[in-house]
C-alpha cells in the first residue's frame, strides 16, 4: 500500500531573456557554460543556467514549502515576484 504525504519543498523556476539580464548588468550569467548554484546542501538552494544558445536564463528557486500556501502542483503554475522573495526570508 503507498502513503501520501505532502512535498516538503517547493521550486520556483524562473525563465529570464538575456535581455534584461544585460540590461541589469548581469551578463556574467548569461555566456557562463557552467551551472551556478547557490545554497547548501539543505533544502534552499538557487540553481542557474544559461539555455537556448545564451537567449535564456533558467533559474530554479527551491526552499522549504512550509514559506508559503502553496497547494497546487505542476509546471505552469504562476507567481509573482513577491512571492519569491517571501519564499527566501533569511536573504536579503
Known amino acids: 500500500m503507498f502513503r501520501v504525504s505532502e512535498s516538503t519543498s517547493c521550486c520556483y523556476r524562473c525563465i529570464i531573456g538575456a535581455d534584461k539580464l544585460r540590461a541589469l548588468g548581469l551578463e556574467d550569467y548569461i555566456d557562463n557554460e557552467a551551472i551556478e548554484y547557490w545554497g547548501g546542501f539543505g533544502i534552499d538552494k538557487i540553481a542557474m543556467s544559461p539555455c ?21 502542483d505542476g509546471w505552469n503554475s504562476r507567481a509573482t515576484p513577491q512571492q519569491l522573495v517571501d519564499a527566501f526570508p533569511r536573504v536579503g
Open 52 to 72: 537556448s544558445n545564451g537567449e535564456l536564463v533558467s533559474c530554479y528557486s527551491f526552499y522549504p514549502a512550509e514559506y508559503n500556501e502553496l497547494r497546487e
